[in-house]
């Protein structure tokens, strides 16, 4: 489904209590300023940039500023290393049916054949294919804004995991599954699936998204103990280390932000007060 991949960017395990806003203030546990935390989503629509002021205030109130990982500080060769199946391709692990199929799709989405792609991770191929099909208003995605602003103001810049995490988190999804998500991509064609998803992280109704994702089959069974779950940790701790440091701006995908296992509840539980900020977005039509 078309939803798998913002999902991974959204959503999971949500609950009431975190359905206020997608930016945080953190406070307490010793720390004499606050810091921010900004629930992301990977895209380049037009629409999740349209934030009012507050959250640029707390912005540029902040001298650091944290992502997930820092991809500027990956070599190329690490970068390219790390999206290689070590056996195999994706012709040995298709039917013949399929491989057609997703040959036919990649080039017509992304205008690239899909040989120089036979030895790439399945998951990189399905995440290609998906953001080929939304809106491109922006330079790049809203993640990615923050980092050049952080930049340009010449504020610290931080990653909250390294590059290696990652990559063992989508590595712990097989490849068989990764092949199903790449073939579900393909064979989804509906758009209705991001409107219903954009409009909901827009209004901040998280419960909608909870809704619209959670008959989602597509994603295998051990995906949110890979992707999410132990990854929050990994997040929570370096949060804390930095907040120690920095009156730091945190942008991480909202998906990682709730639940009884999101960074919102292993930051309260190191001891720190983290409150939503209410905002609007300006642009929603």
């Not at 992502?67 to 199946?85: D, G, N, R, W, Y």
């Not at 998204?209 to 008959?215: C, G, N």
């Not at 804390?240 to 920095?246: E, F, G, I």
């Given at each position: 489904?078309?939803?798998?991949?913002?999902?991974?960017?959204?959503?999971?395990?949500?609950?009431?209590?975190?359905?206020?806003?997608?930016?945080?203030?953190?406070?307490?546990?010793?720390?004499?300023?606050?810091?921010?935390?900004?629930g992301?989503?990977?895209?380049?629509?037009?629409?999740?940039f349209?934030?009012?002021?507050?959250?640029?205030?707390?912005?540029?109130s902040?001298?650091?500023?944290a992502?997930?990982?820092?991809?500027?500080?990956?070599?190329?060769?690490?970068?390219k290393?790390?999206?290689?199946?070590?056996?195999?391709s994706?012709?040995?692990?298709?039917?013949?049916?399929?491989?057609?199929?997703?040959?036919?799709?990649?080039?017509?989405?992304?205008?690239?054949?899909?040989?120089?792609?036979?030895?790439?991770?399945?998951?990189?191929?399905?995440?290609?294919?998906?953001?080929?099909?939304?809106?491109?208003?922006?330079?790049?995605?809203?993640?990615?804004?923050?980092?050049?602003?952080?930049?340009?103001?010449?504020?610290s810049?931080?990653?909250?995991?390294?590059?290696?995490?990652q990559v063992?988190?989508?590595?712990?999804?097989?490849?068989?599954?990764?092949?199903?998500?790449?073939?579900?991509?393909?064979?989804?064609t509906?758009?209705?699936?991001?409107?219903?998803?954009?409009?909901?992280?827009l209004?901040?109704?998280l419960?909608?998204?909870?809704?619209?994702?959670?008959?989602?089959?597509?994603?295998?069974?051990?995906?949110?103990?890979?992707?999410?779950?132990?990854?929050?940790k990994?997040?929570?701790?370096?949060?804390k280390?930095?907040?120690?440091?920095?009156?730091?701006?945190?942008?991480?995908?909202?998906?990682?932000?709730?639940?009884?296992?999101?960074?919102?509840?292993?930051?309260?539980?190191?001891?720190?007060?983290?409150?939503?900020?209410?905002f609007?977005?300006?642009?929603?039509?």
């Amino acid at each position: 489904m078309k939803k798998s991949f913002l999902f991974i960017s959204i959503l999971f395990l949500i609950n009431n209590v975190y359905s206020q806003s997608l930016l945080w203030k953190i406070t307490g546990n010793g720390l004499k300023t606050p810091s921010y935390l900004y629930g992301t989503i990977h895209i380049q629509d037009k629409r999740v940039f349209s934030f009012d002021t507050t959250v640029t205030n707390a912005f540029n109130s902040c001298d650091a500023f944290a992502m997930e990982i820092l991809l500027s500080k990956v070599k190329p060769e690490t970068l390219k290393k790390a999206t290689i199946m070590k056996k195999g391709s994706l012709k040995e692990l298709m039917s013949e049916d399929d491989y057609k199929l997703v040959a036919k799709v990649f080039h017509e989405k992304t205008g690239a054949n899909i040989l120089l792609y036979d030895k790439m991770k399945p998951f990189f191929l399905s995440s290609q294919i998906e953001q080929a099909d939304m809106p491109k208003d922006m330079d790049e995605a809203l993640d990615l804004y923050f980092y050049k602003l952080a930049e340009k103001q010449g504020k610290s810049t931080f990653g909250v995991e390294k590059f290696e995490q990652q990559v063992a988190a989508i590595d712990k999804v097989s490849l068989k599954d990764q092949i199903k998500m790449l073939i579900d991509a393909v064979k989804d064609t509906s758009k209705d699936d991001f409107s219903e998803l954009l409009n909901a992280y827009l209004n901040f109704n998280l419960n909608k998204l909870m809704e619209l994702t959670s008959k989602d089959t597509t994603l295998p069974g051990n995906f949110a103990e890979a992707f999410l779950i132990n990854r929050n940790k990994v997040m929570a701790k370096s949060i804390k280390k930095l907040t120690k440091k920095h009156k730091i701006f945190v942008a991480v995908g909202a998906a990682h932000l709730p639940g009884d296992k999101g960074v919102i509840k292993l930051l309260r539980d190191y001891g720190f007060t983290v409150e939503p900020v209410k905002f609007k977005f300006n642009y929603k039509s």
